[in-house]
Structures are given as C-alpha cells and as structure tokens.
C-alpha cells in the first residue's frame, strides 16, 4: 500500500521559486520570458536539478490538467538520474554501486503522490552509512543545505520500507535494464 507523507516543495527554495516564476510567465503569456527562465535555470542547476525542475513542471501540469477535471493527479515518478543513468538515491553521486530493495511508498506533494520506486541505489559511500545506521554522518555526507524536509522523509521512507541488504551488481551494468 502506498503510504501518504506530506512533502512541501518550499523546502526547495531555488527550484520552487523557479518553478513559480516561470509558471507565473507562462500565465501571463510571456513566453521569452518563461523560455528565458528555463535556461536560466538549467544553466545554473546543473543537470540534476535542471532534469528534477523539468520533472517538476510537467507534474504541475498533470496536476492542474488533473484538477480542471475535477482529479488528483496519478502517482509522478521524479529522478535525478537521466534516462538510462543511474544515480545514488541519497546524495545523487553518479555510478551506485548497489541497491537497497524498499516496498515502494509515496510521498504526498501539493496536488499529488511522488512515488519512492523499489529500489534504493547507492554509492559506496551512502552504503556505508546506510549499513551503518548512521543517519547523521548522511547528513553530514549529503550537506546540512541539501538536507531538506523532502531527503528527510525520503530517508525516512527508506528506512520504514527497506527489505534488506545491499544487493550488488557489476560495476558500469544497469541492473534497471530490461525490467
Ligand atoms: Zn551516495
């Protein structure tokens, strides 16, 4: 069963603030603008956070198609891998080098669920501090900053959800390929 956990986007103030003003654009009929935003924001983010803001826009737009219609929007999965890629599910570290198998769960946002997915990768760091049970030094390892109400319930999630070891794979292998 998917469990609800309420996730509040203004505790990713870069990323909420830019959604907004381009939203905000977007409704007033300035498209240069909003398209300016756009790569203002993927310039300055980076690739990770510039894939998670375009996966946050168009969740906003199922979202407000959903509630014209008078619905909630269906479960959105957000990633910060790119397609094909993966990437650590705790600190965003590119090549995981194992996965932790979770019972998928939700985390309730405005409008609408973001769903955990089954699989919790991680990098050799994360996996120590993950088999370690020290949630603090993630803290640490992740940067007080980054540390969001959003990574704390996911953490937290994981750690309700987790059904066992650390699974390991071949490195430079995709173990999401041909599931
Ligand atoms: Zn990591």
Request: proline share 4%; glycine share 12%.
């Amino acid at each position: 069963m998917t469990e609800r956990i309420d996730f509040d986007l203004a505790d990713a103030p870069w990323l909420r603030t830019l959604v907004q003003r381009v939203r905000s654009a977007r409704d007033a009929g300035e498209q240069e603008e909003a398209a300016r935003l756009e790569a203002y924001g993927r310039a300055e983010g980076g690739d990770v956070l510039g894939r998670m803001f375009d996966q946050i826009m168009a969740s906003l737009d199922e979202r407000d198609a959903a509630l014209a219609r008078g619905e909630r929007m269906a479960p959105y999965g957000i990633s910060a891998a790119e397609e094909g890629q993966l990437a650590c599910d705790f600190c965003a570290a590119v090549d995981p080098v194992v996965y932790f198998e979770v019972t998928e769960f939700g985390i309730g946002g405005p409008g609408g669920t973001f769903l955990s997915g089954d699989r919790f990768y991680a990098c050799p760091r994360c996996r120590e501090l993950v088999e370690a049970d020290d949630w603090k030094g993630m803290r640490e390892w992740i940067g007080p900053k980054q540390f969001s109400i959003g990574t704390r319930m996911m953490i937290m999630g994981f750690k309700q959800h987790r059904k066992g070891g650390a699974v390991t794979f071949e490195p430079g292998t995709n173990p999401e390929a041909g599931r």
